[in-house]
């Protein structure tokens, strides 16, 4: 089993949610920022666009890091076992360089979402709150694949 999941085409158990997700929460910002702009209020249509981008960023790197940390852990495993037998353990650099990269982002991604927060709100002119709602178009799209998943759970 340790093997299947250290193929890299191989999706972990619950990827399907995590797509879901990524998809809600693009869906229901623009949706906010279509229904803002519909009613003439395009700098809130601004805003709620710019947060669901910066949410969507946020859970894309925290997925990608935790992913990362999964995969790092099970090529740990069998390495730990089979280091007797070929003495030699197999990396890239060009692995480790995207590792680094991915740990950056899981571990800064709050504050690069500040800093998101801080050029949107400062270039364009948007109100703040607006970014804030948009920044929950996260929340509402977990909710949401909470509740399908009860409703239709993956089998």
Known sequence: MIRQFQKSETELPGERVLHRIATLTLGFGFASAAIAF???????????????????????WLRRGIRAMVK??????PAEATAGETGQPVS???????????????LFRYALVAFGV???FICLHVPLVSIGFGL???VAAIMTASVWEVLKPES
């Open 118 to 120: 801080y050029v949107i």
């Open 38 to 60: 519909a009613i003439h209020r395009p700098d809130w249509a601004k805003g709620l666009a710019g947060g669901a981008i910066l949410s969507w960023l946020n859970f894309r």
């Open 92 to 106: 890239s650099a060009k692995s480790k360089a995207s590792a680094v990269v991915t740990y950056f982002a899981l």
């Open 72 to 77: 790092a852990a099970l090529s740990q495993a």
């Open 136 to 138: 929950c178009a996260l």
